[in-house]
């Protein structure tokens, strides 16, 4: 495609990256009567959350990046205009589970019922691991909706939130780590694995990290709009992009694709941005969606090697003839309508753990299952009936595994083999039975690394948080006495400001890094 070149060479707010969050802060600032320009090194805006045909003469459009929404809240989707639909998974998991060769499951209903109590039963032999489940839930639950309401305002202190929510919860969640709350909470195994998942997506962490990243990947993954619900935007994930650029454009914003950034030169009264083969354009405020990591490279400024971040997955994409049978006799349309956990037992998890950080491959690869074309079938196209996505996504798979250039085409076809593996271990029909194929006659299997993540999208690592997820709230002592500081958006200069996933409350598919970015922009200029 042909660039899009800027129309002038000043503007009051220049916006480094299309992403998500970068079309939020445009349509935003637009829409309070400033000029601003996005600026996308690739011909195309939308970063990771993006639909794409990945098969060769097959018409569906996977969310071939990110998968979900959880975190994106009501408010910004209506400030914007984005009429988005977000549809609701009809099971919230399945865990298929082999207990001595009797292949079974633990099924979590949403809304849950009287078939998830069931399953509990059958799984544990009593009533207690669904008592214990439902209690630390609605304890968490009550949380969450305590910080919902907080990720679009200016960020609260540690100490007011913790004196409005139980002290007993904040301790397990905030203060100690994950693994004590689950090892004394829960006696199964499985339980405590699919309780722990959530603190471990894109998390390369052990569940007794002292740092606790793996609680702060568990906060967000529990928070979202005070439910913690993960739904499928209807029409695949290009849907949720499309309908923020339509909105940045609509406000009168230009998204300039084609468009590398270069350098960003911060001065007194603003910035200079430098663009690959094009003028450098003047702003007031440089707002960057670009991973911190990134941006201090465009700022010159020196980074330790060490300090890149390492993002930690597997992420293939499948499409399949039809969905396969399970041995446990689960009805595949419910099994395959939530998240299906693979190898995601506690020890399973800790084990896998222990083997990455040992630079081996997890011999027993944790990972979870998706099928978004349940919930979602338009996202399919004009396709044999039967025919479904599927989407896995590999855990503990840090890119360290996968450094050394000579052995990472081995080591990745190694990880793929596991991650099947997984999978068939449950299947009646082994996942080669029922793969589609493409018009070449290969099958639809797309896998990527966090190298290839990189590569395509310019997240450093593969991290798909650009970093470390952060607390979502100030410490009782920070300073938040400029608008940056206080929407948590601050860089070490006052024309530049985090609009993207490293925000303070960035990460996943929110736009809360864009909606908090340009409402301390307003309040600066």
Known sequence: MTPIKPSRTAYDVVVVGGGHNGLAAAAYLARAGLSVAVLERLDRTGGAAVSARAFPGRPTRLSRYSYLVSLMPERIIRDLGLGLELASRSTASYTPVLRDGV?????????????????????????????????????VGELAEVLAPTLTAPLPREGDLRRRVDAGIWEEVVRRPLGEALERRFADGTVRGVVATDALIGTFAGLHDPGLVQNRCFLYHLIGNGTGEWRVPVGGMGAVTDALAASAVRAGAELVTGAEVTAVRPGPGGAEVEIAGGPALEARLVLSNAAPWVLDGLLGEHRDPADKPVGSQLKINFLLDRLPRLRSGADPRVAFAGTLHLNEDYADLETAHAEAAAGRVPSRLPGEVYCHSLTD??????????T????????????????????????????????????????????????????????????????????????????????????????????????????GVATRHPSVLLCGSGAVRGGAVSALGGHNAAMAALEQL
């Open 388 to 487: 479904h996505t599927l989407t896995y996504f590999g855990l503990h798979l840090p890119a360290t595994l996968f450094e050394d250039p000579a052995t990472r085409a081995e080591r990745k076809a190694e990880a793929v083999r596991r991650a099947v593996a997984s999978l068939d271990e449950h299947l009646l029909d082994p996942i080669g039975s029922v793969v589609a194929r493409d018009a070449d006659g290969r099958p639809c299997l797309e896998a990527k690394i966090p190298q290839e993540i990189e590569a395509d999208v310019a997240m450093p690592g593969g991290h798909i948080f650009h970093g470390d997820l952060a607390w979502p709230w100030a410490d009782d002592a920070a300073d938040l006495t400029t608008p940056a500081s206080r929407w």
């Open 103 to 139: 292949p079974g499951g633990l099924l979590v209903e949403r809304p849950e019922g009287p078939a998830t109590r069931d399953s509990f039963r059958r799984l544990t032999g009593s009533d207690e691991a669904y008592e214990a489940w439902s209690a630390f839930y609605a304890q």
């Open 377 to 386: 079938p338009s996202v399919l196209g004009d396709v044999p009936e039967g």
